[in-house]
């Protein structure tokens, strides 16, 4: 049986953000205040309640893709969630019971963009990701769910919509600005003339505020701007109103809150300077608690922090104090894509390291939750900071992570990057030993020997490299996979190695001498071996479902320890987003697995803790990392 708690908060607690791909805009409302000190967001495919002060959270894990939109009931109980998807469902659900009570299909096509409830939450809109950005809205008091009326929103990006009234709705985008209204089963628009690129939209009674590019609030009035205010350097991503004050956030990394009044400023805070440690401030949701006394902050960077004052008035001079409540991997890389593959666990059963094309190697506390310190990869031996990549403005891939070894005394880690370079890691200084370039792409697998002599290395260029230790001198090469390594494995006592590669190929080696055994397979066939990380091989041959190909499976990783039923446990990561757990050795062809699902993109890696009673899993780009409780029954 599986549990879980989830670190990550895909590519950023936010409001709004290109699509993968799609060349559209995903609007998501973020992080949300609820009662009594829970709040609620989405990531990978996961509606998540957070309970703050035991850090504990529950799930909502029907969708089967990106969460891509939410949006909070008036009653702060219900929240809807919409999917990715070709046919994708809207889910309304009840954030104490995490059970749906609405499923909403039908009239969206491509993913769901947007979502907003009626003042009285009988009625729930929704835009679409296809090319005419279809608004539907939907009855949820008397047609229970059904479509009450749909129409093309414009083929222009559509990057907001919120009701004014139960009747009216307000949509924004770039060069878009439209007032709906809703006249029994059909819904009309009339437009208001922008040139501005418009990316959020809230209401202040019957003003409209509208975030602008530029970084201005504009107040629109009927279906005309009325005023424009200039708050932020960069675009203004985040509104949020309550009953005295009207809180921006930008890209600048700044919040504004306005007298709701007059739209006068009455406090700033700079999170940039405030936030020593987060990679990216730039802001994508506010949200104040009900008691005003607790302002949440989602950042880009997949943050999320609770600011609080004992002020009973803000002014000028109101002090916030700052909690960090989430911090994972995010999505820097603006032309290339954003994944997590590295992970690897400590000896002690607690810690474990991840690592991602954010540049970043993190380490975690399974017993707290929470990150306990991280390192920024992007800096050179001498621990210098690497200029970006003048082409694309990205990290450049010396940078960006791809896997992570432990040495046997955890006193290293070493981490392996997309074009071949290897460091090698202080655990305890996070400082670098050393700085390995044998290869030229991406390294794939990195394990040390048990008796901690050695260092084997795998790599996309079909090579295994096989480092001493601790001077990290390269010994041997081994040749012999006639397509990328995957996976290896180092023998108990040290003196083999087992490696899968793309071309489906089990080879063994000799790694006393360097040299590939060709009769591996019957020389090494009771060998006891180390790890089980390898996705091919006589024990694993039942976790294959039939008509899957060789790249389908990603990972896998043998529990340390066997089963009370005298047998050991094989977790296993796919490219369908599922987390599995088999009996070990899976010898049977459809052997049936206990699953767990909540990623939305290929695992990429899985392993348990030393005691076995905790199973970490990364996603590839949903760049989340979950934290699985394995129960024995």
């Avoid at 767990?596 to 780009?621: A, C, P, Y």
């Amino acid at each position: 049986q599986f549990l879980f708690f989830f670190f990550q908060a895909e590519d950023g607690i936010r409001d709004f953000c290109l699509s993968r791909g799609l060349g559209d805009v995903y609007k998501r409302q973020g992080i949300n205040a609820e009662y009594m000190g829970k709040i609620v967001y989405n990531a990978a495919a996961l509606g998540i309640v957070m309970d703050i002060e035991t850090n504990t959270q529950q799930f909502f894990d029907k969708h089967i893709d990106d969460i891509t939109a939410i949006s909070v009931h008036p009653d702060q109980v219900s929240v809807a969630t919409g999917e990715l998807g070709p046919k994708p469902t809207i889910y309304v659900w009840d954030t104490n019971t995490m059970q749906a009570i609405y499923t909403l299909k039908g009239g969206i096509s491509k993913g769901v963009a947007n979502l907003s409830f009626s003042p009285s939450g009988d009625r729930l809109a929704a835009v679409g990701i296809d090319q005419h950005h279809m608004i539907a809205v939907y009855d949820l008091k008397i047609g229970k769910g059904a479509i009450q009326c749909l129409e093309q929103g414009d083929t222009a990006i559509i990057a907001d919509i919120q009701f004014r009234t139960e009747t009216e709705l307000v949509t924004v985008g770039p060069k878009h600005y439209k007032s709906w209204a809703i006249n029994n089963k059909s819904i009309k628009a009339q437009k208001g003339p922008t040139k501005e690129i418009l990316i959020c939209n809230a209401f202040n009674g019957t003003d409209c505020l509208v975030g602008v590019g530029d970084g201005s609030l504009q107040i629109w009035r009927g279906n005309s701007m009325s005023k424009s205010f200039k708050l932020h350097d960069k675009a203004l991503d985040a509104i949020f109103v309550n009953e005295n004050h009207v809180v921006t956030g930008g890209r600048d990394a700044k919040i504004l809150m306005l007298n709701k009044q007059t739209y006068a400023q009455e406090h700033k805070l700079d999170l940039g300077s405030m936030l020593e440690n987060s990679l990216s401030p730039q802001i994508r949701s506010v949200c104040f608690s009900q008691d005003q006394k607790k302002l949440l902050v989602g950042t880009y960077g997949a943050e999320i922090y609770e600011l609080s004052t004992k002020d009973a008035k803000i002014s000028e001079d109101t002090k916030f104090a700052v909690k960090e409540l989430m911090k994972g991997h995010y999505t820097p890389q603006q032309k290339w894509t954003n994944e997590v593959w590295g992970l690897d666990v400590f000896k002690d059963g607690d810690r474990f390291a991840s690592c991602s094309d954010d540049a970043t190697l993190r380490i975690w506390s399974l017993s707290q939750r929470k990150i306990l310190k991280w390192k920024n990869l992007n800096v050179d031996q001498n621990e210098k900071e690497l200029p970006k990549d003048s082409k694309t403005g990205d990290y450049q891939d010396q940078a960006k992570a791809r896997a992570i070894g432990l040495d046997q005394n955890n006193d290293y880690i070493a981490v392996g990057c997309l074009e071949g370079t290897v460091r090698v890691i202080d655990v305890n200084t996070l400082k670098h030993v050393k700085l390995l370039k044998n290869r030229k792409e991406w390294i794939s697998d990195i394990k040390f020997a048990p008796d901690n002599s050695k260092m084997a290395v795998g790599s996309h260029d079909n090579f295994i490299d096989i480092y001493s230790v601790p001077d990290f001198k390269i010994l041997y090469k081994l040749k012999g996979h006639s397509s990328y390594i995957t996976h290896l494995d180092w023998s108990v006592d040290s003196s083999a190695l087992q490696s899968n590669c793309g071309a489906y190929e089990i080879l063994y080696w000799d790694a006393t001498t360097g040299q590939r055994n060709p009769s591996g397979a019957s020389a090494y066939r009771d060998e006891k071996w180390c790890t089980w990380s390898c996705v091919l091989g006589w024990p694993v041959q039942g976790i294959w479902p039939a008509a899957v190909d060789g790249t389908d499976i990603n990972a896998t990783y043998r529990s340390n320890k066997k089963h009370p039923g005298d047998y050991h446990l094989i977790s296993v990561g796919d490219d369908f987003g599922k987390v599995s757990i088999y009996r070990y050795p899976s010898l049977k062809k459809g052997s049936v697995p206990v699953v767990g699902v909540g990623h939305s993109s290929h695992v990429t890696n899985v392993k348990f803790n030393k005691s076995d009673d905790m199973l970490i899993s990364t996603g590839g780009e949903d760049n989340c990392v979950f934290q699985w409780k394995v129960e024995y029954k």
